[in-house]
Nanobody
Framework: QVQLQESGPGLVKPSQTLSLTCTVS??????????WSWIRQPPGKGREWMGA???????YYSPSLKSRTSISRDTSKNQFTLQLNSVTPEDTAVYYC????????????RGQGTQVTVSS
């Protein structure tokens, strides 16, 4: 059973960088051909795919967030991380990490999500 767990600060000030880590257990983030995504859901809105990192370390970003987003990984810890720069209150959301096969948006495993609020 693969498990994903998001961690990071729940409160970030405007203009700062939001950093979240997804710790994966029960499976390796380098296993062919899984992609590991970050998704968010602002209050009252739908889910938004932010980006992903593949089993080989290739990264993909949503065009609307690409200029502010960076995804990286630490294979020794079986973790991947999200950095979102220059946050505003509109980045307030529940952030999830998830696993999918290729770039499919049908995820077979997902973390429980973590609330991040951007506020001064």
């Amino acid at each position: 059973q693969v498990q994903l767990q998001e961690s990071g600060p729940g409160l970030v000030k405007p203009s700062q960088t939001l950093s979240l880590t997804c710790t994966v257990s029960g499976g390796s983030i380098t296993t062919n051909y899984y992609y590991w995504s970050w998704i968010r859901q602002p209050p009252g809105k739908g889910r938004e795919w932010m980006g992903a990192i593949s089993y080989s370390g290739t990264t993909y970003y949503s065009p609307s967030l690409k200029s502010r987003t960076s995804i990286s990984r630490d294979t020794s810890k079986n973790q991947f991380t999200l950095q979102l720069n220059s946050v505003t209150p509109e980045d307030t959301a529940v952030y999830y990490c998830a696993r999918g096969l290729g770039m499919s948006t049908s995820y077979d495993y997902r973390g429980q999500g973590t609330q991040v609020t951007v506020s001064s």
